[in-house]
């Protein structure tokens, strides 16, 4: 049973930083790219990040390009959130793609996790 832990999410003002980790468990993840979406209240769910296998090709949305850093070790997958703005205020998920090669659509995530709540306040 593949599942997928986020934690790290939390209220912050804007301008800081939040952390983000996901604990993959039940398989070896690591044979697969990981990423992040998030989903606003009201809208639907976007990508922010991905990742490959070997963490050698990464992607982001443009709207965190340059304040988002995705990154994966043998056990967690993270996503460094810096100079948040209220408009990153999300459900944030981790998921697990279902190849190496890292993905931009939810079609190519196969497991996600329940999600951590990041508050950004102005």
């Known amino acids: 049973q593949v599942q997928l832990v986020e934690s790290g999410g939390g209220s912050v003002q804007a301008g800081g930083s939040l952390r983000l980790s996901c604990a993959p468990s039940?398989?070896?993840?690591?044979?697969?790219?990981m990423g992040w979406f998030r989903q606003a209240p009201g809208k639907e769910r976007q990508f922010v990040a991905t990742?490959?296998?070997?963490?050698?090709n990464i992607e982001y949305a443009d709207s965190v390009k340059g304040r988002f850093t995705i990154s994966r070790d043998n056990a967690m997958v993270y996503l460094e959130m810096n100079n948040l703005k209220p408009e990153d205020t999300a459900v944030y998920y981790c998921?697990?793609?279902?190849?190496?090669?890292?993905?931009?659509?939810?079609?190519?995530?196969?497991?996600w996790g329940q999600g951590t709540q990041v508050t950004v306040s102005s």
């Open positions: 998921a697990q793609g279902r190849w190496a090669g890292p993905g931009t659509l939810e079609r190519s995530y196969d497991y």
């Open positions: 039940g398989h070896s993840f690591t044979n697969y790219a």
């Open positions: 990742i490959s296998r070997s963490g050698a």
